[in-house]
Structures are given as C-alpha cells and as structure tokens.
C-alpha cells in the first residue's frame, strides 16, 4: 500500500551494508529522516531505501498455472504454456495483467521491479504506459537479429533482458549486448536456470547481472564474483519447479545475490516475504540468515544504480516501511523525491585523478556537505596499473613520484575548495588499482561523488570506464556528474 496519512515511527534505516537509528516523520505530504530513534511513537519499524524487486516478469499475472510443468513446459520460448498465453492475451488483457501487477508490487512496499518484458518494443511501451515503478528490459521478437527492432526497444525501455544461452543464437545474443552496450544501458540475462551455460561465455557479454544460477558449478559462482555481476536469486518461483537455489555456495563465492519475485504467474511481488524465503534456505544450507537482507538492501545499488542516485532527481523515490510484529500493520511505501528532508551524507568520498574532468564532481561534493553538514575525504590512488611490465629502475621511480606530485595537486585541489566553502575535509592516498580502492572504501561512506576520471586510457575499453565500474559495485549510492568535456 502507499501510506498517505500522517505518522511518526522509529526503528533502523537500513542501507549501504549497515543498520542506522532514525526516526521517520510523515506530515502533509512532507517526509522527514531524522538520525536516533525517539520514544512515543505510533510504531516501530525498520525502514528501506528505494527497495527493487530485482527480477519479474509482469505480463502473466493472469495465468493461473496448473501444478506439476517442468520449465520448458511453463517458460521456454517459444512453445511454453506462458508463451502461448501471451500470444492468445491481446493489448488490454495484457495492460490488466501489468496493471494489477504493478498496484500489487506498490501495495507490497517495492519502490520499483525491474521487468523482462515480452513483446518487443509494443510491450514496452505497454509497461511503460501502465506503470511508472517499471525498470523495463525489452525482449526482442524477431527469430533473427534486427538492429532496427533492437534500436526501437531501446528507445522505450532502459536495456534488454535476455531469456538464456540455450534459448537464443549465440550470435544474436552478443549482438544485442553489443548495441545495449553502446547504448549506455542494461543488459541483463538468465543464466544455468535449468541446465548449466558456459559461464565465460555469459560473462563476455558484460552483464549488469543474471539470474537464477541454479545449476551452476562453485567456480562459475567465483567467476561472477570476480567480475563483479551480482546474481539474482528467485526462491519462491523455483520452489514451483522443486529447484533449491545454491545460496550459501553463492555466498561463499564471494558473488553478491540479489532478490526477485520471477514470474506473476506463480507468485505475489512480494519481496519481504520471498526475505523469509530466502533466509530459511540460506539456514537450511548452513550460512547466516542475516544476508538475506543484504539481497535486497545494501546488495542493490550494485545492480542497479539508478533507483539508489540522488542525481536521479525526476524519477519517484520511495521509503519501504516494515512494521514491527504485532503492530496488526503490513508493509507499505511512502514518496521521498517531494519535500523529503533527507538524512544528511556525513561522510562523503570524493574520488580524483586532478584531471579536468573531476572537478564538477568535487564541486558537487562540497556543496553537497556544505548543505549536510558532511566531511569529504579526497581520494587518490596511485594506479599501479602505469607501473605493470615496468622494469624497476630508476626510469620507474622518477615515474613513481611523478605520480605522487600529481596525487598531491589533485588532492590539494579538492582541500583548497572545501577550505573556501568552510567544509570539513581530510586526504588519503592509496595505492593500488582505482577501482579495487574506491570500492573497499565505500564501506566507510554514505555516498561517492565522482566524475568520469579522465585517466583510464585503454582500460575504458576492456573493462569500462571507473565511474561505470563503480556505480556497478559500490557499497553505498553513488553519485556521478559528467564534465561537459566526458559527454
């Protein structure tokens, strides 16, 4: 439900790995987050950011689904009991189906659910019109690869969500990601859902995440974890095919797993049931059934960074509120993006290389703590990158504090505008891979504020840019602000 009424409720926000004492205020309209909980309260709760349902598939919230289909019966294209309902639905059937689908994923609490839509780009436009939480991932139609179709989906919808390696021409597949890529959006795909999939194979098409993983082998797990793809886990939808997912092997790979509902057809969008699902599997299987919350708290800005940015000023934001047992009240969600008075960022890391293209980004961080209250940390890595395959001489050294000098300026740099603007400010200088650093030290953040680094040279075009890489990865939302010069 979307909660209008006025009320004062304390608990924990939890976000960005870790749990913080606040107190949530609703009146007129108004939200505010206060730090500490207070006493005299109309509930206790724990409160949500922007919480995703990570994997759905809205258009069969019809379909009543008889027991005992195998996959390939209920969900393979293009001869599935689902495909062959939707075909036979027509436009309005359909625009019911996601209607409903969407009122009920808002009654639950979600923020948003991220959709593989069927139907190429008319059913994206379908979802687009009907609802405003969809974070839509087209479907191509065509048997053969139509870059033209792929361009119109892509006009619609933020990426494309792919059905499986076993399912599609391998070809076809690279050469949708390949558009989706160049595009500046979302590719996603299913991956050993049913039968194990090359892995290597899924993982070179640069993947924001996949999902499922239910047949995967430990090391496929590794790999995911080491190319930092999160993974989608959908307990209630595979207990209908009588599939138990691997979590604790997934945990203990390393990879991140994040939660989704799967197919409306054979379960309710509702996240903070499939958290309990998830955390009797994850005890079953001997992990700690604490991670369960991480799937769809501090795991999410990995997947997605667009519903956890404060850049993203236009798009609706909402609070997920989970009341305490016995307080007779569901979840709910309230709206953050109008006259929320948010918690401020105490702390907030500014990544630099002293190129130009940083310093709108530095330039945002301030006026960010200025108006929070915040302290920055300006960061530098001396990137041992420049060094690899360098003989060491005296040539390196002279290298080495070149680079040093430089961290100095770009560091000097960001202090010199926090002293003007009277903001706390502080300096670290790391060495190592920029990437790997600014993703360790975002556990200690509330936030990144960070241009596009102008320093990534090749690697931009085998790995992405830095920025890319961590708003992929990063522990706490991220905030990233193009110079005019990066567009």
């Not at 206790?44 to 994997?55: G, K, L, P, R, Y």
């Not at 590719?187 to 194990?196: C, L, N, Y």
């Not at 956890?308 to 307080?327: F, H, K, N, Q, W």
């Not at 102008?454 to 790995?463: E, I, P, Q, Y």
Request: net charge negative; glycine share 8%.
């Amino acid at each position: 439900m979307n909660m209008t009424g006025d009320f004062t409720a304390s608990g924990f926000l939890i976000r960005s790995g870790s749990s913080e004492p606040c107190t949530v205020t609703s009146r007129e309209g108004t939200l505010s987050i206060d730090d500490g909980q207070t006493s005299g309260c109309d509930f206790n709760a724990v409160f949500i950011e922007d919480m995703v349902n990570a994997h759905t598939h809205c258009g069969d919230y019809g379909l009543k689904v008889p027991a005992g289909l195998s996959i390939e019966e209920l969900v393979a294209p293009p001869d599935g009991l689902k495909h062959r309902y939707l075909s036979q639905l027509g436009p309005d059937g359909l625009k019911e189906n996601i209607t409903r689908f969407s009122e009920a994923s808002a009654g639950y609490g979600s923020a948003a659910f991220v959709d593989f839509r069927e139907g190429g780009a008319e059913g994206c436009r379908i979802l687009r019109e009907c609802s405003g939480d969809a974070i839509i991932l087209g479907r191509p139609v065509s048997p053969e690869y139509d870059p033209n179709e792929i361009q119109d989906i892509l006009s619609v919808a933020d990426g494309i969500g792919i059905p499986s390696l076993s399912d599609m021409d391998a070809e076809y597949i690279e050469s949708v990601a390949d558009d989706v890529r160049k595009a500046g959006k979302i590719f996603a795909i299913h991956a050993s859902e049913r039968v194990r999939e090359d892995i290597d194979t899924i993982l070179s098409l640069d993947p924001a995440f996949v999902v499922h993983m239910s047949v995967a082998t430990s090391d496929d797990m590794a790999k995911c974890a080491e190319a930092e793809v999160p993974i989608v886990i959908c307990p209630t939808s595979n207990k209908y095919f009588g599939i138990v997912p691997p979590v604790k092997a997934i945990l203990d790979s390393g990879a991140d797993i994040i939660l989704g509902t799967d197919n409306g057809m054979l379960c309710e969008p509702d996240l903070i049931s499939e958290v309990s699902s998830l955390s009797e599997i994850i005890r079953l299987q001997g992990g700690d059934p604490s991670e369960a919350w991480r799937a769809v708290c501090s795991n999410m800005p990995k997947l997605l960074n667009r519903t956890s940015r404060i850049e993203e000023r236009g798009t609706d934001r909402y609070l997920t509120v989970i009341p305490a047992e016995g307080c007779g009240k569901p979840a709910f969600r309230v709206k953050m993006n109008r006259g929320v008075i948010r918690m401020a960022f105490k702390k907030i890391l500014v990544p630099t290389d002293g190129s130009e293209y940083t310093k709108p980004a530095i330039k945002e961080a301030v006026e960010l703590a200025k108006m929070s209250g915040g302290e920055i940390t300006a960061l530098y890595v001396l990137d041992q990158t420049v060094l690899t395959n360098m003989p060491m001489d005296t040539a390196v050294m002279n290298v080495y504090k070149t680079l040093e000098k430089e961290g100095q300026e770009a560091v000097d740099y960001v202090m010199n505008l926090a002293k003007e603007a009277d903001v706390q400010a502080k300096v670290v200088i790391k060495e190592g891979t920029p990437v790997k650093v600014i993703l360790e030290e975002s556990t200690n953040y509330d936030i990144i504020v960070m241009g596009t680094l102008g320093r990534t040279g090749m690697s931009k075009l085998l790995m992405g840019s830095v920025a890319e890489r961590v708003v992929r990865a990063a522990l706490c939302p991220v905030m990233v602000i193009r110079a005019p010069e990066a567009n």
